[in-house]
């Protein structure tokens, strides 16, 4: 089993960038597929970005693709979500999720973090 803490979030201006952390303890981190899912108020779960065991693969929202990337250190057991050219709409609580399925199956995530907060204004 594995625990997950987020952080990096806060109040950026559109057009500005922020890099949500993840990191995980409790079970080797490299058998785990990491993603980022996140929800605004009203609104369904989106599930924003997933990478490989490796970081190898990786998966996008067609709406991030080009503004978002996804990595991971292995050696630090973390996760990142670099967020560029924010909008917006992508104010949500983004959280951090694992899963030991594939990494682009979104209801296979099944540990997830307790989420932060990303405000973009306009």
């Known amino acids: 089993q594995v625990q997950l803490v987020e952080s990096g979030g806060g109040l950026v201006q559109a057009g500005g960038s922020l890099r949500l952390s993840c990191t995980a303890s409790g079970d080797t981190f490299r058998n785990y597929a990491m993603g980022w899912f996140r929800q605004a108020p009203g609104t369904e779960r989106e599930f924003v970005a997933g990478?490989?065991?490796?970081?190898?693969?990786?998966y996008y929202l067609d709406s991030v693709k080009g503004r978002f990337t996804i990595s991971r250190d292995n050696a630090q057991n973390r996760v990142y979500l670099q967020m560029d050219s924010l909008k917006p709409e992508d104010t949500a609580v983004y959280y951090c999720a694992a899963t030991r399925a594939t990494y682009y199956i979104e209801n296979g995530y099944n540990y997830w973090g307790q989420g932060t907060q990303v405000t973009v204004s306009s």
């Open positions: 990478i490989s065991g490796s970081g190898r693969s990786t």
